[in-house]
């Protein structure tokens, strides 16, 4: 396999796991997953994978699709199944025995589902003014599920504190060249990525695919 490249087979498992056909992403938390977690055992890889894909899936119910108009309400029925995509994903770490692991992904669920509540409200009415939900709050909180993704590969792989840091700070660095418009990115894109790439060896293809 290529350098930056996820193997098919490691992607079946994840969608196996998840219960998904395909990602509307291209299975960008589960491939940053994969890099963070250099020598990390793959079933486990696969589980903590699968969690973080139905995590994003959920955020999109609970907000919309990125590009998208903002919610103006909520959708019970969307809700409610981003919420039972919420306990699936607990439900597939929990038997990997790690504490920490279980409170990673139990934090990225609850961002999402605090900002999901607190930022749309649940009337008919659409809000006006400073009352309208912040699309830029959804996209903060999908950017938050590349840090997460960082940081469970890096417990996976019983990364050092310092490794951690590191590579929480590469995938927050990812979501802002992710979310930043390509006309609006400038000189500073290509030194983002590259210190991107310095911390997470044989990102450059995938970060240039997501770019």
Do not use: C, K
Not at 85 to 90: H, S, V
Not at 184 to 203: D, H, I, K, T
């Amino acid at each position: 396999m290529a350098q930056g490249q996820v193997a098919a087979g490691f992607l079946e498992r994840v969608a196996g796991y998840a219960g998904l056909h395909d990602s509307l992403t291209g299975w960008r938390l589960a491939r940053l997953l994969r890099l963070s977690a250099a020598g990390a055992e793959d079933d486990a890889l696969a589980r903590v994978g699968a969690a973080l894909e139905l995590i994003e899936v959920a955020a999109r119910l609970h907000f919309g699709a990125p590009g998208a108009e903002p919610l103006t309400v909520l959708d019970p029925i969307a809700v409610a199944e981003g919420d039972h995509l919420f306990a699936r994903a607990l439900e597939l770490v929990v038997p990997l025995r790690n504490p920490e692991i279980v409170d990673l992904t139990a934090l990225a669920i609850a961002d999402v589902a605090a900002g999901s509540i607190l930022d749309v409200p649940a009337s008919e009415e659409a809000p006006e003014g400073d009352s309208a939900p912040d699309v830029g709050e959804a996209r903060e909180l999908r950017g938050a599920l590349y840090r997460v993704a960082a940081e469970l590969g890096a417990v996976l792989s019983g990364a050092s504190v310092d490794r951690r840091a590191e590579l929480r700070s590469a995938g927050v660095q990812v979501a802002v060249l992710e979310g930043t418009p390509a006309d609006s990115r400038g000189n500073a894109a290509e030194q983002v990525s590259a210190e991107v790439a310095r911390s997470l060896p044989g990102s450059e293809g995938l970060i240039a695919e997501w770019l």
